[in-house]
């Protein structure tokens, strides 16, 4: 009889450190991983499996509808925000198209088990594009349904997926015979901030100038940061971020009004990291080396964004404001890290 279980893609980044650990804490959850390279080793004992391969394997991607009885996918896996402007067709390739592979096999479970496999997925900022900055200073906090015209490949693959994300839950063969006949998908997305976590390192997002500023400030390490001073998104810590992935998957789907839901925390400018990380490590050297076309591209997120559809839907609300995620989070962890 096949193990009833719960999908981690991209189980080595920074999301999956937390997301793992959580579930293995807080649930009975028979937890798979998937990862391009070995799963990390302290992550091992939480899984009950964990597999090297790539979610554009289709053997792969069939063994595991043969081996398991999948709940569950959170779908972490993808290229982030300035990798992916490096090699803008790799990542689209596995952006969209391994999510459009995972959404089939969670179509396929679906039907096999008669219940929609729920499929959460972690979805950006990035999805935003704001055409002007003198637009962005004098816009309110933005909603889902605005500014959708991302500038990055990054951007355009979030936004496309979870328009896919809709499309496997709601429209799925819509010309078929027996359309409306079968189980499909229940595709449920979260627009991230920034995120900063004290467990990970920073891997290749375009809002990484906050977290690098403490890692290098904490290793004693001079650091540029990219951006001007004046730059301003909204962020959230990882703890956060992990409660909002667990808590969107837990809620009733007649409770849900939409597909995808933005959640924050607070909003920073860099000068404002800069002045925190300084006065936690007074010998941080940290200066503002602007990199323009990275510049352009942050100048295009929102400065703030508004979760009161996630509030409302499925009761969010963060557990770190900005005091508590910089003195009682972030800064006494990767302090201690690096000691």
Request: aromatic share 10%.
């Amino acid at each position: 009889m096949r193990q009833k279980v719960v999908l981690v893609t991209g189980a080595n980044g920074e999301i999956g450190h937390g997301l793992i650990r959580h579930l293995a804490k807080t649930t009975e959850a028979n937890i798979v991983a998937l990862d391009v390279v070995p799963l990390d080793k302290s992550l091992r004992p939480f899984c009950s499996t964990y597999i090297v391969g790539d979610i554009l394997d289709q053997m792969l991607l069939g063994r595991l509808v043969v081996e398991h009885e999948i709940a569950t996918i959170y779908h972490l896996a993808s290229i982030l925000s300035t990798k992916a402007e490096y090699n803008p067709e790799t990542a689209h390739r596995i952006n969209v198209e391994g999510t459009m592979n995972l959404l089939r096999l969670a179509v396929e479970q679906s039907q096999w088990q008669g219940t929609p496999v729920r499929f959460v997925y972690p979805s950006s900022i990035a999805a935003y594009g704001i055409p002007t900055l003198n637009e962005k200073t004098q816009a309110k906090a933005a909603c889902e349904d605005e500014w959708g015209h991302p500038t990055t490949m990054y951007g355009c693959n979030k936004l496309y997926c979870e328009h896919l994300g809709r499309y496997y839950s709601s429209h799925y063969r819509q010309l078929a015979a027996d359309c409306g006949g079968s189980e499909t998908v229940d595709f449920r997305a979260i627009r991230f901030p920034g995120l900063i976590s004290a467990e990970t390192t920073p891997t290749g997002g375009t809002s990484d100038y906050g977290p690098e500023m403490l890692h290098a400030a904490a290793k004693g390490e001079d650091y540029n940061c990219f951006v001007r001073p004046d730059t301003t998104i909204p962020f959230m810590v990882m703890p956060d971020a992990i409660k909002a992935l667990i808590s969107l998957e837990a809620a009733p789907r007649n409770r849900l009004s939409q597909f995808v839901y933005n959640v924050t925390s607070f909003s920073l400018s860099a000068q404002e990291i800069f002045k925190i990380v300084l006065k936690a490590f007074p010998e941080a050297k940290i200066h503002f080396a602007v990199d323009e076309c990275r510049q352009k591209i942050v100048d295009t997120w929102p400065e703030r964004l508004d979760d009161s559809a996630a509030c409302q839907d499925w009761d969010w609300k963060p557990d770190f404001d900005c005091e508590r995620s910089f003195h009682e989070y972030l800064i006494p962890a990767i302090r201690e890290r690096y000691q």
